[in-house]
Nanobody, 115 residues
Protein backbone atom coordinates (compact mmCIF):
# COMPACT_ATOMS: atom_id res chain seq x y z
CA UNK A 1 0.00 0.00 0.00
CA UNK A 2 1.49 3.32 -1.04
CA UNK A 3 1.64 6.13 1.51
CA UNK A 4 1.61 9.87 0.85
CA UNK A 5 3.46 12.30 3.10
CA UNK A 6 2.84 16.04 2.77
CA UNK A 7 5.20 18.77 3.95
CA UNK A 8 5.73 22.48 3.52
CA UNK A 9 2.76 23.90 5.36
CA UNK A 10 3.07 26.70 7.88
CA UNK A 11 2.10 30.21 8.86
CA UNK A 12 2.50 32.97 6.30
CA UNK A 13 1.30 36.54 5.91
CA UNK A 14 -1.18 37.47 3.23
CA UNK A 15 0.61 37.96 -0.07
CA UNK A 16 3.28 35.43 0.80
CA UNK A 17 4.14 32.08 -0.74
CA UNK A 18 4.47 28.45 0.30
CA UNK A 19 5.38 25.30 -1.57
CA UNK A 20 3.77 22.06 -0.51
CA UNK A 21 5.32 18.71 -1.30
CA UNK A 22 3.75 15.27 -1.35
CA UNK A 23 6.07 12.31 -1.49
CA UNK A 24 4.82 8.84 -2.33
CA UNK A 25 6.43 5.88 -0.60
CA UNK A 26 6.81 4.07 -3.90
CA UNK A 27 6.33 4.55 -7.60
CA UNK A 28 2.85 4.01 -8.94
CA UNK A 29 3.06 3.33 -12.65
CA UNK A 30 -0.64 3.41 -13.43
CA UNK A 31 -2.54 6.39 -12.02
CA UNK A 32 -5.61 8.35 -12.99
CA UNK A 33 -4.58 11.58 -11.36
CA UNK A 34 -2.84 13.31 -8.48
CA UNK A 35 -4.49 16.19 -6.70
CA UNK A 36 -4.38 18.65 -3.85
CA UNK A 37 -7.47 19.22 -1.74
CA UNK A 38 -8.03 21.53 1.18
CA UNK A 39 -10.44 21.75 4.06
CA UNK A 40 -11.12 24.97 5.92
CA UNK A 41 -12.59 24.92 9.44
CA UNK A 42 -16.29 24.15 9.30
CA UNK A 43 -16.25 23.56 5.55
CA UNK A 44 -16.20 20.56 3.25
CA UNK A 45 -13.03 19.33 1.64
CA UNK A 46 -12.60 20.85 -1.81
CA UNK A 47 -10.41 20.17 -4.80
CA UNK A 48 -7.71 22.78 -5.36
CA UNK A 49 -5.62 21.40 -8.24
CA UNK A 50 -5.46 18.21 -10.28
CA UNK A 51 -2.82 16.79 -12.58
CA UNK A 52 -3.71 13.78 -14.69
CA UNK A 53 -1.51 10.93 -15.83
CA UNK A 54 -1.31 12.60 -19.22
CA UNK A 55 -0.22 15.90 -17.72
CA UNK A 56 -3.56 17.67 -17.96
CA UNK A 57 -4.01 20.27 -15.22
CA UNK A 58 -7.03 22.01 -13.76
CA UNK A 59 -7.53 24.40 -10.85
CA UNK A 60 -10.31 25.63 -8.67
CA UNK A 61 -11.44 29.08 -9.80
CA UNK A 62 -10.43 30.52 -6.44
CA UNK A 63 -6.74 29.66 -6.96
CA UNK A 64 -6.28 30.11 -10.71
CA UNK A 65 -3.31 32.31 -11.50
CA UNK A 66 -1.91 31.93 -7.98
CA UNK A 67 -1.31 28.20 -7.46
CA UNK A 68 0.70 25.81 -9.62
CA UNK A 69 0.65 22.02 -9.41
CA UNK A 70 3.58 20.02 -10.75
CA UNK A 71 5.13 16.61 -10.34
CA UNK A 72 8.54 15.01 -10.43
CA UNK A 73 8.16 11.39 -11.47
CA UNK A 74 11.77 10.58 -10.66
CA UNK A 75 11.16 11.63 -7.04
CA UNK A 76 7.60 10.27 -6.80
CA UNK A 77 6.60 13.73 -5.65
CA UNK A 78 3.87 16.20 -6.49
CA UNK A 79 4.11 19.88 -5.55
CA UNK A 80 1.77 22.78 -5.02
CA UNK A 81 3.34 26.21 -5.37
CA UNK A 82 1.08 28.76 -3.72
CA UNK A 83 1.67 32.47 -4.37
CA UNK A 84 -0.24 35.60 -3.39
CA UNK A 85 -1.80 33.73 -0.51
CA UNK A 86 -4.99 35.04 1.04
CA UNK A 87 -6.52 34.43 4.49
CA UNK A 88 -9.26 32.40 2.79
CA UNK A 89 -6.60 29.93 1.64
CA UNK A 90 -6.22 28.83 5.26
CA UNK A 91 -6.93 25.17 5.88
CA UNK A 92 -5.52 21.67 5.96
CA UNK A 93 -4.13 20.67 2.58
CA UNK A 94 -4.29 17.03 1.55
CA UNK A 95 -2.51 15.16 -1.17
CA UNK A 96 -4.66 12.68 -3.10
CA UNK A 97 -3.76 9.80 -5.40
CA UNK A 98 -6.41 8.23 -7.62
CA UNK A 99 -5.35 5.02 -9.32
CA UNK A 100 -7.05 1.92 -10.71
CA UNK A 101 -5.83 0.03 -7.64
CA UNK A 102 -7.48 2.50 -5.28
CA UNK A 103 -7.47 5.93 -3.68
CA UNK A 104 -4.90 7.18 -1.19
CA UNK A 105 -4.92 10.31 0.99
CA UNK A 106 -2.05 11.93 2.81
CA UNK A 107 -2.32 12.97 6.45
CA UNK A 108 -2.60 16.67 5.61
CA UNK A 109 -0.50 19.74 6.29
CA UNK A 110 -1.78 22.93 7.88
CA UNK A 111 -1.59 26.21 5.98
CA UNK A 112 -2.45 29.37 7.87
CA UNK A 113 -2.52 32.76 6.17
CA UNK A 114 -2.68 35.78 8.44
CA UNK A 115 -4.15 39.09 7.34
Amino acid sequence: QVQLVESGGGLVQAGGSLRLSCAASKRIFDINHLAWYRQAPGKQRESVAIITSGGGISYADSVKGRFTISRDNAKNTVYLQMNSLKPEDTGVYYCHLNAPVGVVWGQGTQVTVSS
